[in-house]
């Protein structure tokens, strides 16, 4: 072989090895941030989409949302609904290592009674997790739960390694390099630029996942992303602004999904606090918005209007409820009524809600009160929310499960630990109404006591629902079997790269 | 080019004044039933994301343009002259210690050190008028001073000295008016800068605040529009173009005139 065909063949050769790497390799750009790897020390979105990635549950969730085997291969509940016994199939650590009941026992420990665990609401109920034998895990619970299942699916249950932790410490078990029980491994982190991530060899669902590697990529610029979704340079896109949707549709080679999501959208009048403490005047106020005018102009379409104080993605939505009707003639007279026509009132937002918050106080303005825009950054809400500083603002939340516990803890009950999304909105049977829908075991009179929470809370307007956002999320045509889940999992090991 | 830059700034000027009745709409009037809608027979220059009327926002916006750009160039040109000819005048340690605040502002990018500032005292176009008095007056400082140096040695200064004029007087009535021109000069181009580094306050969120019919802020406001609806972005920066092009005439054309002169 002479030399002038030996380097053409050596190019081929090196040409196929790169567009193969190429292919290998998914791109996901997101303007969340991965910042810490142990998975019970946050509950920010960018971290979750990554635990995901990175520790396997007991129990995952199949493309219908049902509960599957996870790393448990089957399970049992005790009759009284207080044991649950779990046995786990032959699996193995990213390092080779086996997964045995006694990692489980320790990470849902963890999770459920651990100082640092960002978010334990959903294992209040445990009374202890321990190992019987080898794959043998028993959670034993203080009550019954009825959501306990699908908790054990979310982010925060993922299963670590104890061995790896003893060994090199909490700190430094998590630092860059953790032992991983899910589909990937981390290959390569930055932090504020990438986390790479590396199919995990010993993952227990063989064959999966298909594609070998995983950049999550942050790219806070909105603009940016865009521009580099339609160069190519990214495969999915995480969050599309609704004013790009149909400029990405118009671009071959990628389009927009517009994903089913437990978001919600609200108004939060703070209850401890005048003038939004007073029923009327959260009447009025809600009648004073024409909601749907209001998600055209934000979403340009793309969400649906609310109708509850639960997403309509939760389990027990209920479909009948409506909150007052636009009414702003209405509006207006409840507050003549009262007298409480001029009431001044401040809206606290973050920069991101400038679009919603002008259309809020021109409508607000309209039947007789006076709107103050406030403008703080996140970490000032947050602080101004958890003091109750404030006298109403809007955000938005989402829920880990379909099961609407959680949510409701979060959003509607005030001792359940963040004063109903630190509104203080307070109300006993509220309360009372949470904590027996957690313990009813039976579908049909769970959905009736998240209908009468749903019912009361709206009549009281603890908050005032906006619209349902569905994730907006563009992906290259190259990418097939891509989705994030409501629980924002991505569907990774279960995707693929096609050659174009 | 000195006569279209007067005429640019003299339209601006009108724009600014005659804004209620140049503008077709109430420029902070939502509409919800023209959300997102392109330049046509009913807007002029299209509306924005709740609805509002852009060609109206870029007339309005003439007011705070020529408000911010003129009222922030007052303190800095006071200060600085003061210090400056000050230190020329006298000379010794009042020059060494003016000089040297100088030379600590001067080694830092004019808006980085404007923006920290800001930063710190928090946003707010007050913010930026203190700001801008704490660092930019060194322009004129050192301009005053170059002039107060060559004339202090100057025949009628020295006239002046030996009939017993107060050194108050004399700066005054002989150095003052006879160090004006490179300042006025200056002026000019500093008017085109403070507009500008006040609209890329308003872009930044740190400057007028939303939801004022401020360029910057409709700039900032369109931009995850700039594909779908350009025009929210387009206009107000073309404003600016326009208004900063005038005043960067004006300077040059002064500056060409007194050179003539000399």
């Given at each position: 072989?002479t030399t ?5 063949a ?5 040409l196929?090895a790169t567009?193969?790497s ?5 791109r ?5 941030k ?9 509950a920010?979105?960018g971290?979750i989409e990554?635990y995901?990635q ?10 219908d949302g049902?509960?599957?085997?996870g790393l448990?291969e ?14 786990l ?5 990213s ?15 963890r999770?459920s009674?651990?100082e640092?665990?960002?978010?334990p609401?959903?294992?209040a ?8 034998d080898?794959?043998t895990?028993?959670?034993t ?5 009825a ?7 979310i982010?925060n249950a993922?299963?670590?390694?104890k ?16 032992v ?7 290959k ?8 790479t991530l590396?199919?995990?060899p010993?993952?227990?669902r063989?064959g999966?996942?298909k ?7 942050e ?6 992303r865009?521009t580099?979704?339609?160069?190519g340079e990214i ?7 609704w004013?790009q949707?149909e400029e ?6 990628v389009?927009v999904?517009?994903?089913p999501s437990t ?5 939060l009048?703070?209850h ?7 029923l ?6 809600a009648?004073?918005?024409?909601r749907e005018a ?11 209007v609310?109708?509850?104080?639960f997403s309509n993605a939760?389990n027990?939505h209920d479909?009948?409820l ?10 207006r ?6 007298g409480l ?5 401040t809206m ?9 918050a ?12 006076k709107?103050?825009v406030e ?5 000032l809400?947050?602080s101004?929310?958890a ?9 938005w939340?989402y ?9 409701v803890?979060?959003a ?5 630990g963040s004063?109903?999304y630190y509104?203080n909105?307070h109300n ?8 027996e829908?957690?313990r009813?075991r039976?579908?049909a009179k ?12 709206l009549d009281?307007?603890?908050?005032i629902?906006?619209?349902y956002?569905?994730f ?5 045509d190259?990418?097939?079997g891509l ?18 | 080019?000195?006569?279209i830059?007067?005429?640019?700034v003299?339209?601006?000027?009108l724009i600014?004044?005659?804004a209620?009745?140049?503008?077709t ?9 023209a ?7 009913e807007?002029w220059?299209?509306?924005?994301n709740?609805?509002?009327?852009t ?6 916006g003439?007011?705070?343009a020529l408000?911010i750009g003129?009222?922030?160039?007052v ?9 400056g000819?000050v230190?020329?005048y ?5 020059d060494t210690?003016a000089?040297?605040?100088?030379d ?8 980085v ?7 710190v ?11 801008l008095a ?13 002039e107060?140096?060559?004339l202090r ?6 006239a002046?000295?030996t009939?017993g ?10 150095v ?5 021109s490179p300042?006025v000069v200056?002026?000019m ?10 609209a890329?306050?308003?872009f ?16 900032a406001e369109?931009?995850?529009y700039?594909?779908?609806a350009?025009w929210?972005?387009?206009f107000p ?6 208004i900063g092009v005038g005043?960067?005439l004006i300077g040059d ?6 050179r003539?002169?000399?």
């Amino acid at each position: 072989m002479t030399t002038d065909k030996i380097i053409p063949a050596a190019m081929a050769l090196m040409l196929s090895a790169t567009v193969l790497s190429a292919q290998d390799t998914i791109r996901i750009a997101s303007p969340n941030k991965v910042t810490v790897l142990d998975p019970i020390v946050s509950a920010a979105g960018g971290n979750i989409e990554a635990y995901g990635q990175l520790y396997a549950r007991l129990l995952r969730k199949g493309p219908d949302g049902a509960l599957q085997p996870g790393l448990a291969e089957s399970w049992e509940v005790s009759e009284d609904g207080l044991t649950y016994t779990f046995e786990l199939r032959d699996a193995k650590f990213s390092d080779g290592s086996a997964i045995t009941a006694e990692d489980a026992a320790f990470s849902l420990t963890r999770v459920s009674k651990d100082e640092k665990s960002a978010y334990p609401a959903g294992f209040a109920p445990i009374k202890e997790v321990s190992a019987v034998d080898e794959d043998t895990v028993q959670i034993t619970l203080e009550h019954a739960s009825a959501p306990m299942l699908s908790n054990l699916e979310i982010f925060n249950a993922g299963i670590v390694s104890k061995a790896d932790v003893d060994e090199r410490g909490e700190e430094g078990a998590f630092a860059s390099d953790p032992v991983t029980s899910g589909p990937y491994m981390v290959k390569e982190w930055k932090p504020n630029d990438r986390i790479t991530l590396t199919a995990n060899p010993h993952y227990w669902r063989e064959g999966l996942p298909k594609i070998q590697n995983v950049e999550l990529i942050e790219v806070s610029d909105d603009n940016a992303r865009a521009t580099m979704a339609m160069a190519g340079e990214i495969d999915v896109n995480r969050y599309v602004p609704w004013a790009q949707v149909e400029e990405v549709n118009n671009t071959d080679g990628v389009s927009v999904a517009l994903e089913p999501s437990t978001m919600l959208y609200l108004v939060l009048p703070n209850h401890d606090k005048a003038p939004f403490d007073n029923l009327t005047v959260r009447k009025a106020a809600a009648m004073a918005l024409d909601r749907e005018a209001i998600t055209n102009a934000v979403t340009l379409g793309k969400a649906e209007v609310a109708n509850s104080t639960f997403s309509n993605a939760l389990n027990f939505h209920d479909a009948n409820l409506q909150p007052p009707a636009y009414d702003p003639a209405a509006a207006r007279k409840l507050l003549e009524d009262e007298g409480l026509v001029g009431t001044e009132i401040t809206m606290m937002i973050t920069p991101t809600f400038e679009q919603l918050a002008t259309l809020l106080k021109a409508q607000w303005d309209a039947v007789g009160f006076k709107t103050t825009v406030e403008r703080v950054d996140a970490g000032l809400w947050w602080s101004n929310m958890a003091k109750g500083e404030y006298q109403v603002t809007v955000n938005w939340y989402y829920n880990e499960t379909e099961d609407p516990d959680l949510a409701v803890r979060w959003a509607l009950c005030d001792t359940c630990g963040s004063q109903s999304y630190y509104t203080n909105y307070h109300n006993e049977e509220v309360n009372k109404l949470t904590d027996e829908a957690l313990r009813e075991r039976d579908e049909a009179k769970r959905a009736e006591l998240y209908s009468k929470i749903q019912q009361i809370t709206l009549d009281e307007l603890a908050q005032i629902p906006l619209y349902y956002a569905p994730f907006s999320i563009a992906y290259a045509d190259r990418v097939k079997g891509l989705t994030l889940t409501p629980a924002l999992q991505w569907t990774l090991e279960d995707a693929e790269l096609t050659a174009e | 080019m000195f006569v279209i830059g007067v005429a640019l700034v003299l339209i601006w000027g009108l724009i600014a004044a005659a804004a209620p009745l140049l503008a077709t709409h109430d420029p902070y009037a939502i509409d919800f039933a023209a959300i997102l809608k392109a330049p046509g027979a009913e807007h002029w220059f299209g509306t924005d994301n709740v609805g509002r009327d852009t060609y109206s926002r870029v007339v309005y916006g003439a007011r705070l343009a020529l408000y911010i750009g003129l009222l922030g160039v007052v303190a800095p040109l006071v200060i600085g002259m003061t210090i400056g000819l000050v230190a020329g005048y006298f000379g010794g340690w009042v020059d060494t210690v003016a000089m040297r605040l100088v030379d600590i502002t001067v080694p830092f990018p004019f808006f980085v050190l404007v923006l920290s500032i800001v930063a710190v005292l928090g946003p707010g176009i007050e913010n930026y008028f203190i700001a801008l008095a704490l660092v930019g007056w060194v322009g004129y400082a050192r301009l005053a001073r170059a002039e107060a140096l060559v004339l202090r040695q100057s025949e009628f200064v020295l006239a002046a000295r030996t009939m017993g004029f107060s050194h108050g007087y004399i700066l005054l009535r002989h150095v003052l008016p006879n160090s004006l021109s490179p300042i006025v000069v200056y002026l000019m181009t500093d008017v085109t800068l403070v507009i500008l580094f006040g609209a890329a306050l308003g872009f930044l969120g740190m400057g007028v605040s939303p939801p004022a019919a401020e360029w910057g802020v409709m700039i900032a406001e369109g931009q995850t529009y700039i594909s779908t609806a350009w025009w929210i972005s387009f206009f107000p920066g073309l404003a600016m173009v326009l208004i900063g092009v005038g005043f960067a005439l004006i300077g040059d054309g002064l500056a060409r005139m007194l050179r003539i002169e000399r």
